[in-house]
């Protein structure tokens, strides 16, 4: 779970880095809306930072987040004051409303242990749709896509600030063990360190489909979006 160091320079980094919040929000929302044209609700789990659900609160009339991390969610709060935010676990999730769009976006998905946890979540996402709504899941990597010993690093200046990120991937059966290193330099605070470590599972395309199918849920596919990683989509059919 990201901590406050990571909170604080989350959104500034990966978008100094090229990701681009607001044209993969638009690109969801036109899929969602290609199934369910008059979707006006959306709940974001895993929102992070809100990075996404900013973007989303200009597309949808209602607008709700799900964030683990304390840190993270306070961050959400102040990027996104109009939103209902909800602090929790996806594999807890349990509202008491239904929304026309459950989106969980960056891979947040491969936080989930195995795939008994995949099926008992997607399901649950599928018991907070409203009638023709529709859910939409950006995956981490695949199992038979993933990289092993995969290093990657960035160093990025705003304004006064110049942010280092270095990573290193490996594959230990079906889990991407990621350790990230950070640092962050400044005129007025000088230069701090940190590192964080994330288990991510590999699930294999056809696991998640399997638990789609599994939850009730009819998926699809869509190649060559999200950095590559590609977005699944899918309702009650």
Same mark, same amino acid.
């Given at each position: 779970m990201y901590g406050a160091g990571m909170a604080e320079i989350y959104e500034l980094l990966h978008e100094s880095r090229g990701k681009d919040y607001r044209v993969e929000a638009a690109t969801v929302a036109g899929l969602v809306r290609a199934r369910n044209p008059a979707a006006a609700s959306?709940?974001?789990?895993?929102?992070g930072t809100g990075a996404h659900l900013r973007h989303f609160a200009q597309?949808?009339?209602?607008?709700e987040g799900l964030e683990l991390s304390d840190a993270m969610l306070t961050?959400?709060?102040?990027?996104v004051p109009a939103a209902v935010l909800h602090g929790g676990d996806m594999r807890d999730l349990a509202l008491g409303r239904s929304y026309?769009?459950?989106?969980?976006?960056f891979g947040s998905i491969a936080y989930l242990k195995d795939t008994a946890e995949l099926t008992a979540?997607?399901?649950s996402f599928a018991g907070h749709l409203a009638p023709g709504g529709v859910v939409a899941v950006d995956p981490w990597w695949f199992l038979e896509t993933a990289l092993d010993r995969h290093v990657s690093g960035d160093t990025v200046t705003v304004g006064r600030r110049t942010l280092t990120r270095v990573s290193h991937t490996e594959r230990q059966g079906h889990t991407s063990h990621m350790v990230v290193h950070y640092v962050v330099g400044d005129p007025d605070s000088g230069v701090r360190h940190f590192a964080e470590s994330h288990a991510l599972r590999l699930f294999t395309r056809a696991e998640y489909e399997e638990a789609f199918t599994r939850a !009730? #849920?009819?998926? &699809?596919?869509?190649?060559g979006i999200q950095s590559g990683r !590609? #977005?699944?989509? &899918?309702d009650r059919g």
């Amino acid at each position: 779970m990201y901590g406050a160091g990571m909170a604080e320079i989350y959104e500034l980094l990966h978008e100094s880095r090229g990701k681009d919040y607001r044209v993969e929000a638009a690109t969801v929302a036109g899929l969602v809306r290609a199934r369910n044209p008059a979707a006006a609700s959306l709940l974001d789990v895993a929102c992070g930072t809100g990075a996404h659900l900013r973007h989303f609160a200009q597309l949808f009339d209602k607008v709700e987040g799900l964030e683990l991390s304390d840190a993270m969610l306070t961050m959400a709060r102040g990027a996104v004051p109009a939103a209902v935010l909800h602090g929790g676990d996806m594999r807890d999730l349990a509202l008491g409303r239904s929304y026309d769009a459950i989106t969980c976006m960056f891979g947040s998905i491969a936080y989930l242990k195995d795939t008994a946890e995949l099926t008992a979540t997607l399901r649950s996402f599928a018991g907070h749709l409203a009638p023709g709504g529709v859910v939409a899941v950006d995956p981490w990597w695949f199992l038979e896509t993933a990289l092993d010993r995969h290093v990657s690093g960035d160093t990025v200046t705003v304004g006064r600030r110049t942010l280092t990120r270095v990573s290193h991937t490996e594959r230990q059966g079906h889990t991407s063990h990621m350790v990230v290193h950070y640092v962050v330099g400044d005129p007025d605070s000088g230069v701090r360190h940190f590192a964080e470590s994330h288990a991510l599972r590999l699930f294999t395309r056809a696991e998640y489909e399997e638990a789609f199918t599994r939850a !009730g #849920l009819k998926v &699809a596919y869509v190649e060559g979006i999200q950095s590559g990683r !590609g #977005l699944f989509l &899918a309702d009650r059919g």
